[in-house]
């Protein structure tokens, strides 16, 4: 997919720049308790205002459902902006209409305002053609730097995208050029990792993936749902026996596209759901109880991925191999991705992981600045790697 990027402006002064951001942050107690998400949109803040540009920064917070709440106001974002930019941040009290035109005609060219929440607006989730041109009537070019909203289409989204010049940001032009050498047009061979708890919810990624990689591990949880479509036992594992046929379909159409599956070979069972639980190695094949439960990957199969990694170019990733939240069921998780990060480092593989148990289970491995790109956008990189459209970038193109 082809869109412009703001390398393809060369000037801005006296024109106002409407940058579609993610300021969804984590708060308790009022304060910002990480504020990545500020800190992701400072290169396109910064490269708009070199070009000249009053900068109009739209963003949504929490879920005010189409009216003003005012505890869901994003005035409090302003002042921590401003101490990371090192330049004064604006506000204003509604996102079109006297309030928003007001403020943003007082901004001095490089000058920086943040609006407020767009979903006080009913038009924002409805994608309402008209609060979509009041948006659009703010702004001369629309640029889009928030990839983790853009698998909906809302007027901020993708409604306003159609109505002025559009452009990705740079972290939105970042995200896609790594999404796009992971699945796009990857270095092969690829291989997959899609781990997690259950293969209901990630239906859709698996079937996409089959048909795009030359091998997939498929670890955690959803493995046992295919382990026993394949007559092996799983005792009280988490298992979905209901997705049997499901998941005998997903292999076969494996084998039709060419992919490799790489299911466990052994397995970690223990009987307790807690840290340290007693737990043994067992070879797949071998007896269960009905107490026992599969929570990781064991040797033998990790010794086998890393094989695979070693042999691929590419690796596309989400979703654990085990229950990484209690050791030493993070035990497959952790090796693969030490293992993945050092052929990353190595230049020998373009490594991309995405998911919010996969960044939090890469953040204990301590690997996610060694891999090549690590995605926090969630919903919007899950429905991607379904193979999924998604609004927010298509208007871009
Ligand atoms: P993501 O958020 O990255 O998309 P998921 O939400 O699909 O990942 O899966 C993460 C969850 O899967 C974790 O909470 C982990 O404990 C669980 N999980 C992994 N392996 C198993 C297993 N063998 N049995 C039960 N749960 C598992
Ligand atoms: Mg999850």
């Given at each position: 997919m082809t869109f412009k990027t703001l390398?393809?402006?060369?000037d801005l002064h006296g024109k106002t720049a409407l940058v579609r951001v993610d300021f969804n942050v984590p708060v308790e107690d009022g304060r910002i308790t990480d504020d990545t998400r500020l800190k992701v949109a400072l290169p396109t803040i910064e490269k708009l205002q070199k070009l000249g540009a009053k900068v109009a920064l739209l963003a949504h917070f929490d879920r005010p459902k189409g009216k003003v709440v005012p505890e869901m106001s994003l005035r409090f974002v302003a002042p921590a902006l401003s101490a990371l930019l090192g330049t004064t941040v604006a506000f204003a009290d509604d996102c079109v209409g006297a309030d928003a035109a007001d403020v943003l005609k007082l901004l001095p060219a490089g000058g920086v305002a943040l609006l407020e929440n767009v979903r006080f607006h009913a038009g924002e989730e409805k994608n309402d053609p008209d609060f979509a041109a009041q948006l659009a009537a703010l702004g001369d070019i629309y640029v889009n730097d928030a990839f983790s909203a853009a698998h909906r289409a809302h007027a901020s989204t993708e409604g306003v995208a159609k109505l002025l010049p559009a452009y990705a940001g740079e972290s939105m032009r970042r995200e896609l050029d790594a999404l796009n050498a992971a699945?796009?047009?990857?270095?092969?061979p690829t291989i997959g990792i899609v781990g997690g708890s259950k293969v209901s919810t990630k239906l859709d990624l698996l079937k996409n993936l089959v048909g795009k990689l030359d091998a997939l591990a498929i670890g955690g949880g959803m493995a046992n749902t295919f382990l026993y479509a394949q007559g092996h036992e799983v005792g009280?594992?988490?298992?979905?026996?209901?997705l049997k046929d499901t998941a005998l379909e997903i292999l076969k159409e494996a084998e039709v596209k060419g992919c490799r599956i790489l299911l466990p070979l052994d397995v970690v069972v223990a009987q307790?759901?807690?840290?340290?639980?007693?737990n043994r190695i067992v070879d797949l094949g071998a007896e269960l109880s009905g107490d026992d439960k599969i929570f990781d990957a064991g040797p033998k199969t990790v010794a086998q991925l890393k094989d695979v990694i070693d042999n691929s170019k590419t690796l596309i990733w989400n979703g654990p191999l085990g229950v990484f939240e209690l050791p030493p069921f993070d035990t497959a998780t952790v090796e693969a991705a030490k293992f993945a990060a050092e052929q990353t480092q190595s230049g020998k593989l373009i490594a991309v992981a995405g998911g919010g148990d996969t960044v939090a289970a890469l953040n204990h491995a301590g690997v996610v600045q060694d891999m090549t790109f690590v995605s926090t956008a969630g919903g919007a990189f899950l429905e991607w790697m379904e193979g999924k459209d998604l609004p927010g970038v298509s208007a871009l193109g």
């Open positions: 390398d393809d402006i060369s699945l796009g047009t990857p270095v092969r009280g594992s988490l298992c979905e026996k209901d307790e759901f807690k840290a340290h639980a007693p």
